[in-house]
Structures are given as C-alpha cells and as structure tokens.
C-alpha cells in the first residue's frame, strides 16, 4: 500500500504511514468501514467515502459570512455560493492528491466541468 503524500511502500491494511506518518486508510461515512486509500465507495454499503481527517471541512469559509448575517447586514449570496464551491473543490482536490478525474467523480461532475471551475475561481483569487 502506498503513502499517497510520501509513496513509501506500507504493509497491507496499514492506517498510518511508515515514513510521514500520513493517514493512508479511508472510511465511510455510512457504516464507518475502514477502506483503502484508492476505494470511491464503501464495499461494505456503496456509500461515498471520506477521509478519516475531518478537519478539512473547516476550511469552507462559511462562519463569517453567518456572522453577518446574524447582526443583520446583507451578504450577496453568490459570493458565498462561490466560496464554498471553491473550498469544496480544494478540499476534494486535496484528497484525491490532485487527481482531476477522481475530484470530479467525487463532486459529481464531468472533469472538463471541474478544470473550468477550477480556472474561473484562480481568476476569482486573482482579483
């Protein structure tokens, strides 16, 4: 089994990496079976999986936007909608190890559809 960060060999079944000590394992979100690293979906209830690090997810730029909300003020909704569509690619993107074909598998799109996302938000950033 292969670290997906490092590629060092790991023994079969290894949840952790020799080498980086990475997370190697998946798990799915349904049943909570832990899954390889390459698996899309559960072999136990075919559900999607998730890495067992779900850290990632605070990364969607959502709570200041809440927060505004809250106190009354507007927030335009497609700059929030764009928001999450971009924090949510990264994080897919992240872990897949950047493998555009998975991400977009993954997000339930076609691949040319998430490269033009892909672009449109680098050109969102650069502004």
């Given at each position: 089994?292969?670290?997906?960060?490092?590629?060092?060999?790991?023994?079969d079944g290894s949840?952790?990496?020799?080498?980086?000590?990475?997370?190697?394992?998946?798990?799915?979100?349904?049943?909570?079976?832990?899954?390889?690293?390459?698996?899309?979906?559960?072999?136990?209830?075919?559900?999607?999986?998730?890495?067992?690090?779900?850290?990632?997810?605070?990364?969607?730029?959502?709570?200041?936007?809440?927060?505004?909300?809250?106190?009354?003020?507007?927030?335009?909704?497609?700059?929030?909608?764009?928001?999450?569509?971009?924090?949510?690619?990264?994080?897919?993107?992240?872990?897949?190890?950047?493998?555009?074909?998975?991400?977009?598998?993954?997000?339930?799109?076609?691949?040319?559809?998430?490269?033009?996302?892909?672009?449109?938000?680098?050109?969102?950033?650069?502004?």
């Amino acid at each position: 089994m292969l670290c997906p960060d490092c590629q060092t060999k790991n023994p079969d079944g290894s949840k952790f990496c020799l080498n980086c000590s990475k997370r190697i394992g998946l798990y799915c979100i349904g049943c909570k079976a832990n899954l390889p690293a390459e698996a899309l979906f559960c072999n136990e209830c075919g559900r999607t999986v998730s890495p067992v690090e779900p850290s990632l997810v605070t990364k969607i730029p959502i709570d200041e936007k809440l927060a505004l909300l809250a106190r009354g003020q507007p927030i335009n909704l497609g700059d929030i909608l764009a928001d999450f569509e971009s924090a949510l690619i990264g994080i897919v993107m992240e872990l897949t190890g950047g493998n555009k074909s998975r991400s977009a598998i993954l997000l339930g799109i076609s691949r040319p559809t998430l490269i033009q996302k892909l672009r449109r938000h680098q050109d969102r950033d650069q502004d």
